[in-house]
Nanobody, 125 residues
Framework: QVQLVESGGGLVQAGGSLRLSCVAS????????VAWFRQTPGRERQFVAA????????YYENSFLGRFAISRDKAKNTVYLQMNILKPEDTAVYYC??????????????????WGQGTQVTVSS
């Protein structure tokens, strides 16, 4: 059973950067993809980006293109989300999620097989 553990969240000023990490523990990750979502109170989780584990192909929600970047390090069993030029509206709990088999609906929450516990990102103005 793979467990996903996020880290790297915190408090940052607007315009700053953070890099989130999602480590797959329990065994070497062999799933198809890992994605990042975020959620604010009272709202549904929002897709941010996904990366295919085998070839590092990436997929982004359009509004994050140019500011956020997803990457993975196979040797470390880790997926990263580099977030730049952060805005107060980026304040949210960020979750990583894993998908075992091939899929194409990257933005669909129910597609994912397991989730991390989330890491809080707070951007002050």
């Amino acid at each position: 059973q793979v467990q996903l553990v996020e880290s790297g969240g915190g408090l940052v000023q607007a315009g700053g950067s953070l890099r989130l990490s999602c480590v797959a523990s329990g065994r070497a990750y062999t799933g198809y993809a890992v994605a990042w979502f975020r959620q604010t109170p009272g709202r549904e989780r929002q897709f941010v980006a996904a990366i295919a584990w085998y070839d590092a192909s990436t997929y982004y929600e359009n509004s994050f293109l140019g500011r956020f970047a997803i990457s993975r390090d196979k040797a470390k069993n880790t997926v990263y989300l580099q977030m730049n030029i952060l805005k107060p509206e980026d304040t949210a709990v960020y979750y990583c999620a894993g998908k075992e088999d091939y899929y194409s609906n990257y933005e669909t929450i129910s597609e994912y097989d397991y989730w991390g516990q989330g890491t809080q990102v707070t951007v002050s103005s």
